[in-house]
C-alpha cells in the first residue's frame, strides 16, 4: 500500500509498533485551521476560551475548549501562538461553528479571521523528534507540550508541533489506549468538558471568566460529579461504533470508538452513567460481556 508516494506498512500490527516504539506516520485527515490576527488577538480569546493564553508566547501553545453557557463543548482547539497570529486547529467541521461564534463575541475588537488551506500529518512515537532532525528540519533542542516552530522538511514550509497525539484504524488503537478522545466521533455539543477526562489538559482552574465558566466552577465544587463520564472497555470481541452498554437489563451507556489492540486485544471508549463507570464494573455489549478500566488504558 502507498500514501502521498511513500510505502506505508501493509498490516496494523506493524503500525502499531513502529509508533509505540519508533516512528511512524499518522495521517489526520478533517482537520482545519482559522487563523487570528490583530493586536488584541490574545486577550480576545483568552477571555472566550478554558485555558490560559496571556503566558503563551510565540512558538508556544496551549489546548483549549470552546463552550457555549450552558457548559456544552462546541471546539476542542490547539492554539497556537504566532509573532503575528493564533492559529485555532481543530476538526474542520467545526470551523463554521467556531467563526461565526468568534465574530459574535468579538463586538468590536481589532481581531481578524482567517482560514488558511492547511494538511495536517503527525508523526508518532519515541523517535519522532529524531527521525524529523535526519529529515533536516531545524528543530529547538528542546520542544515543550504544544511547542510548535516554523521549519523546512524538503522544499515544503511546514510548521512542527510537539503533540500527544498508520492508518486510521491504527490511530484510533493508540487513541483509546491513551484516551484520547476526539471532537466527533466521542466528542459533541451534548457533552461536558467534566464527562470526557479531558479536563486538566484544556482548562486553566486560576483564570477568571469566560464562556461556560459558570458551569465548570459549579460541577468543581461539587466534585466533578456528572452523570455519566468517558471510560475504557476491555471487551472479548469487537463491537460496533454506537452499541449501547448494558447492566443488569438496562442502557447505562453507548460505545463511541472501537480498536483492536496488538497488546490489549478488543477494546472501545464510551460513555458510562456514574452508576456504571468505576472501573472493574461488569457491563455487556452486544450480549458480550465487557470490564469497564479507567482511561488511559494499563
Avoid at 528543530?139 to 498508520?166: C, F, N, Y
Avoid at 454506537?242 to 477494546?267: A, C, F, H, N
Wanted: aromatic residues 4%; glycine residues 10%.
Amino acid at each position: 500500500m502507498t500514501t502521498a508516494g511513500a510505502r506505508a506498512p501493509a498490516d496494523a500490527a506493524t503500525q502499531y509498533a513502529a509508533a509505540r516504539e519508533a516512528s511512524a506516520v499518522v495521517d489526520v485527515p478533517g482537520r482545519g485551521v482559522l487563523a487570528v490576527t490583530g493586536p488584541q488577538r490574545i486577550k480576545f480569546l483568552h477571555n472566550i476560551v478554558s485555558n490560559d493564553l496571556l503566558s503563551r508566547r510565540p512558538g508556544q501553545g496551549t489546548l483549549a475548549a470552546l463552550m457555549d453557557v450552558k457548559g456544552h463543548l462546541l471546539a476542542l482547539l490547539r492554539a497556537l501562538a504566532t509573532e503575528d497570529a493564533v492559529h485555532l486547529e481543530m476538526p474542520s467541521d467545526r470551523l463554521d461553528v467556531v467563526e461565526p461564534l468568534l465574530v459574535h463575541y468579538r463586538v468590536g475588537a481589532p481581531v481578524r479571521f482567517a482560514r488558511p488551506p492547511v494538511a495536517v500529518l503527525g508523526l508518532m512515537g519515541p523517535r519522532a523528534m529524531e527521525t524529523m532532525r535526519q529529515a533536516d528540519a531545524e528543530l529547538p533542542a528542546e520542544m515543550g507540550r504544544e511547542d510548535h516552530v516554523l521549519t523546512t522538511v524538503g522544499r515544503r514550509r511546514v510548521r512542527i508541533v510537539r503533540a500527544t497525539h498508520v492508518g486510521p484504524a491504527t490511530l484510533d488503537v493508540l487513541r483509546i489506549e491513551d484516551g484520547r478522545p476526539w471532537y466527533g466521533p466521542d466528542i459533541s455539543e451534548d457533552n461536558l468538558l467534566h464527562e470526557t477526562g479531558l479536563l486538566d489538559e484544556y482548562h486553566s482552574p486560576a483564570k477568571g471568566c469566560y464562556v461556560g465558566q459558570e458551569v465548570v466552577a459549579r460541577l468543581e465544587a461539587r466534585g466533578a460529579n456528572v452523570n455519566k463520564k468517558l471510560r475504557g472497555l476491555k471487551l472479548d470481541l469487537p463491537v460496533p461504533s454506537g452499541s449501547p452498554v448494558m447492566q443488569d437489563g438496562r442502557e447505562v451507556g453507548r460505545v463511541t470508538t472501537v480498536g483492536v489492540s496488538p497488546r490489549l486485544g478488543p477494546i472501545a471508549m464510551a460513555y458510562l452513567h456514574r452508576s456504571a463507570s468505576e472501573p472493574g464494573t461488569t457491563v455487556e455489549v452486544n450480549g458480550r460481556t465487557a470490564v469497564v478500566a479507567a482511561l488511559p488504558l494499563d
